[in-house]
């Protein structure tokens, strides 16, 4: 699959989210329509929540790190700036 600017941008949060993780990417890359960008920010979790989502090789699956652990609204405000899709 060519990597281009995607229509939709999925925005996906993650602080220490492991026990639902791999369920929620598996969720958003195995949709239909595939011309996303799925968007997580991993906000400083101390879990295995980084582990997992680099386990995923996927194209669409654009990871951002915070250095500390920002908060929610913060953290999705980040990724609405960062956000490539339409």
């Known amino acids: 699959m060519d990597y281009r ?12 989210g492991s026990k639902y993780l ?4 598996e969720s958003i890359i195995n949709q239909t329509y595939s011309d996303i960008e799925l968007l997580i920010i991993n906000d400083a979790s101390t ?3 980084i582990d997992i989502i680099k386990s995923y090789k996927d194209s669409r699956i654009n990871l951002i790190e915070n250095d500390h652990n920002l908060g929610q609204t913060v953290t999705l405000n980040k990724g609405i700036k960062l956000a490539k899709g339409e």
């Open 5 to 16: 600017d995607p229509i939709v941008t999925v925005l996906l949060p993650v602080y220490n």
């Open 22 to 25: 791999a369920e929620a990417i």
């Open 47 to 49: 879990d295995n929540s």
